[in-house]
């Protein structure tokens, strides 16, 4: 069973920074591209940042590029989402998702999110 | 950007009815379109892959339809379970977009 546990969501001051885990089971992590997609409140699903399989390639929105950083360890069978310089913004339930396969950009499989807010 | 532009924001309807929900993208983006279910805290659930084939344990009742940059999903008879919100989402360019979302409600 596929299975997607985000953690490291957390209550920080703007210009501050947080780093994000996603721990994955249930299916070769190596073999799949991976994302983060977040939700501000009361709003829609925003694609922030994917990972391609062998870690290799990374892409960002425009509104990340330059203060996220996309990662994986593919021993540990886990994704990271370093934020850096985070702004009111940024906050957001964040999921981290399993790509369909190596290089196909749908996502199949969902974790529950985890809650950033950025505030002072 | 390839911008997906939702509509309607917002579906009443009666179990039973049919829904009809579209995603028109700004520029061609083959057949590269997914649909997802979200429901209230929880895990979005992808639903159509590829703007036509379901994903595996979705019913049979979604469907999903393109014509050229129109793309529609299809619920031929709505369930309960099924009042939730819908997201469409292109993977044919970066950055990949979702759409603003059409959320289902029970009339």
């Known amino acids: 069973e596929v299975q997607l546990l985000e953690y490291g969501g957390a209550l920080v001051q703007p210009g501050g920074s947080l780093r994000l885990s996603c721990a994955a089971s249930?299916?070769?992590?190596?073999?799949?591209?991976m994302t983060w997609v977040r939700q501000a409140p009361g709003k829609g699903l925003e694609w922030v940042s994917c990972i391609s399989g062998s870690g290799t390639g990374t892409h960002y929105t425009d509104s990340v590029k330059g203060r996220f950083t996309i990662s994986r360890d593919n021993s540990k069978n886990t994704l990271y989402l370093q934020m850096n310089s985070l702004r009111v913004e940024d906050t957001a339930v964040y999921y981290c998702?399993?790509?369909?396969?190596?290089?196909?950009?749908?996502?199949?499989?969902w974790g529950q999110g985890t809650l950033v807010t950025v505030s002072s | 950007e390839i911008e997906l532009t939702q509509s309607p924001a917002t579906l009443s309807l009666s179990p039973g009815e049919r829904a009809t929900l579209s995603c028109r993208a700004s520029q061609g983006v083959s057949t590269s379109l997914a649909w997802y279910q979200h429901k209230p805290g929880q895990a979005p659930r992808l639903l159509i892959y590829d703007a036509f084939d379901r994903a595996s344990g979705i019913p049979a009742r979604f469907g999903g339809s393109a014509s050229g940059t129109d793309f529609t999903l299809t619920i031929s008879s709505v369930e309960p379970e099924d009042f939730a919100v819908y997201y469409c989402?292109?993977?044919?360019?970066?950055?990949?977009?979702f759409g603003g979302g059409t959320k289902v409600e029970i009339k």
């Open positions: 989402q292109q993977r044919y360019d970066w950055p990949l977009t």
């Open positions: 998702a399993k790509g369909a396969d190596a290089s196909r950009y749908h996502f199949d499989f």
């Open positions: 249930g299916f070769t992590f190596s073999s799949y591209a």
